[in-house]
T-cell receptor, first 112, second 109 residues
Framework: NAGVTQTPKFQVLKTGQSMTLQCAQD?????MSWYRQDPGMGLRLIHY???????DQGEVPNGYNVSRSTTEDFPLRLLSAAPSQTSVYFC???????????FGPGTRLTVT | DAKTTQPNSMESNEEEPVHLPCNHS???????IHWYRQLPSQGPEYVIH???SNVNNRMASLAIAEDRKSSTLILHRATLRDAAVYYC??????????FGAGTILRVKS
């Protein structure tokens, strides 16, 4: 199993550009989440999904969209990048509503 | 979301046990206590979780107070590779994690 994979590893965007961060898992997990981590801070939940076709907002959803058309993939779209979205983005998956989450290696995004 | 309180940092000597405390006085009856750790430049890694009883796994032990208002993560023999930020998190049913600032664990050789 590859686990949770994220692409790209690094990305630089100009203000106003849009892009999609990719997240995929091969463990057939129903639960998937997106977090951002600013320097020196803990992770904050952006969006999460409890299964294909079902998504909901977390703590900091503004400026981000998600969709979940398959169990495996959970892409995160930045609609119009802003410098405040400079952060490290982590995707995670879990097999159940109470069990552990498995995290990907992260995408480091810089918006200039 | 129920909150947790952890010390900002702790220090340990290599090969000695480490006890990382966490207070969660507003925990509800259905909240699970999860611990994760994050090594530098990596994503968080699951360590252990429990509901009411103490739990052991290959990485650590989790001791939960009888009233569930506090818990302690126990690393039995700290190594340099255990130096990380440790997060104590209350997970509600539905698999949402709300991270706090965590405890920075430093291990001295």
């Amino acid at each position: 199993n590859a686990g949770v994979t994220q692409t790209p590893k690094f990305q630089v965007l100009k203000t106003g550009q849009s892009m999609t961060l990719q997240c995929a898992q091969d463990m057939n997990h129903e639960y998937m989440s997106w977090y951002r981590q600013d320097p020196g801070m803990g992770l904050r939940l952006i969006h999460y999904s409890v299964g294909a076709g079902i998504t909901d907002q977390g703590e900091v959803p503004n400026g981000y969209n998600v969709s979940r058309s398959t169990t495996e993939d959970f892409p995160l779209r930045l609609l119009s990048a802003a410098p405040s979205q400079t952060s490290v983005y982590f995707c995670a998956s879990s097999p159940s509503p109470i069990y552990e989450q498995y995290f990907g290696p992260g995408t480091r995004l810089t918006v200039t | 979301d129920a909150k947790t309180t952890q010390p900002n940092s702790m220090e340990s000597n290599e090969e000695e046990p480490v006890h990382l405390p966490c207070n969660h006085s507003t925990i509800s009856g259905t909240d699970y206590i999860h611990w994760y750790r994050q090594l530098p430049s990596q994503g968080p890694e699951y360590v252990i979780h429990g509901l009411t009883s103490n739990v052991n796994n290959r990485m650590a032990s989790l001791a939960i107070a009888e009233d569930r208002k506090s818990s302690t993560l126990i690393l039995h023999r700290a190594t340099l590779r255990d130096a990380a930020v440790y997060y104590c998190i209350l997970m509600e049913y539905g698999n949402k994690l709300v991270f706090g600032a965590g405890t920075i664990l430093r291990v001295k050789s």
